[in-house]
C-alpha cells in the first residue's frame, strides 16, 4: 500500500504525540521521507527519540499557531496528516481561548500553508465527538447533532473549513473522525490523562480506578493499529469519490468501563496475578458525557477497503505488554 510514497514526503503535525508518533513510526520503518511539526504542548521528546537518527527523519519544531512554522514545515511536502490539536474536552472548557487558539486557528494556518506548498492531501484528525447530543446508535457520518464541548466545536469547525478549501482552492482533504483511541505511548500521566493509559498505570500501581458513574457508559474504544491503516488508506487511495469527506475511525463495537476494566485486569494479570483483586471504585458521572458511543465503519469499509485489525480485546492485550515494559 504505502509503494507510492517512496519518493513522496509527508509531514506528521503533532508527530510527537501519542498518534503522530505511530504514524511517524509506521513511515519511517516503510523508508517514507517524513517531517515532523511539534512544539511539544502535549507531545514527547522521548516519543521520537529513536526516529532523530533515520536519515528520512526531520524535525520542525514549531507552532501551529505561528503561519510561518507551518510554512516552513509544508515546503516540499506532498501530503499532511495534521494531528496537532490540544485534545480533552475538560481542557477545553477549562481553557477554551487556548483551546480554539491551537485546534481553530492553528487548523486554519495549517490549511494555508498546506494549499500554498500544493500538497496533494490534506489529512485531517477530526472526533468522535463532532456527534454531540445526538443519540442514534450507530454513528453514521452524515448524521450529526450539537457540540456538547467547546473542544467539540473546534473539531466541527476543522471539518467545515477542511470542506470550503476543497471548494474554494481545490485542496484535497479527508477527516477522520477518531473513536476513543488507545495505545503504545498515550500519555498515562497528567490531568488530562485518557482512561485506558490511566486506569493501566493506577492497576500496575495497585491503586483503585474511579469510574465515573455505575460503569454501565460504553465507547467504541479503537486500538492505535486500526487509526494508523486509515491514516495510510487515507493519503493512499486512488479512489476518488473518496477525497473531500469525513470518516468514522473505530473498530465498530462498543465496551462498558466495567468491562474494559475486567479486560484490563484480564490482560495485566498476566504480568503480576494480585492485579485481579485491586478494586473499583465510582463517583457521579461527568457532565456532558454521553453515555454511549459506537461507530458505523461502513463508509470507510466501502470507500477506503478499511479492514480494522485489531478488536478491543487484542488491542488491550498489546498495549498493556507495552505499558508494563515502558511504565
Ligand atoms: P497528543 O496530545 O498525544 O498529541 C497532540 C500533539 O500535538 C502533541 O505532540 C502536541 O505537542 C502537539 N501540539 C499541540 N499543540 C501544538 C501546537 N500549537 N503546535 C504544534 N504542535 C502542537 O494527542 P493524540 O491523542 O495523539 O491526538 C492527536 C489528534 O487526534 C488530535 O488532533 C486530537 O484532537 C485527535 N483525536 C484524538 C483522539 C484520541 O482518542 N486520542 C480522539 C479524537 C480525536
Known sequence: ML?????????????????????????????????????FATG????????????????????????????TACNNVDYVLHQAALGSVPRSIKDPITTNDVNVSGFL?????????????FVYAASSSTYGDHEALPKVEDTIGKPLSPYAITKYVNELYADIFNKSYGLNTIGLRYFNVFGRRQDPDGAYAAVIPLFVKQFINHESPMINGDGSFSRDFTYIDNVVQMNMLAITTTNKKALNTVYNVAYGDRTT??????????????????????????RENRVGDIPHSLASVDKAKKLLNYNPKFNINDGIKEAVVWYWKNL
Do not use: W, Y
Not at 13 to 37: P, Q
Not at 259 to 281: A, C, G, P, Q, R
Open 44 to 71: 514527547k521528546k522521548e516519543n521520537i527519540q529513536p526516529f532523530l537518527k533515520d536519515k528520512n527523519f526531520k524535525l520542525v519544531e514549531g507552532d501551529i499557531r505561528n503561519l510561518e512554522d507551518c510554512h
Open 109 to 121: 494556518n495549517m490549511l494555508v500553508a498546506a494549499r500554498d506548498a500544493n500538497v496533494e492531501r
Open 3 to 39: 509503494d507510492k510514497l517512496q519518493n513522496k514526503t509527508v509531514l506528521v503535525t503533532g508527530g510527537a504525540g501519542f498518534i503522530g508518533s505511530n504514524l511517524c513510526e509506521t513511515l519511517l520503518s516503510n523508508n517514507i521521507k517524513t517531517i515532523c511539526l511539534d512544539n
Open 257 to 282: 468501563l466495567l468491562e474494559l476494566t475486567e479486560l484490563l485486569k484480564k490482560h495485566l494479570s498476566d504480568f503480576d496475578d494480585t492485579i485481579k483483586n485491586v478494586s473499583i471504585k465510582h
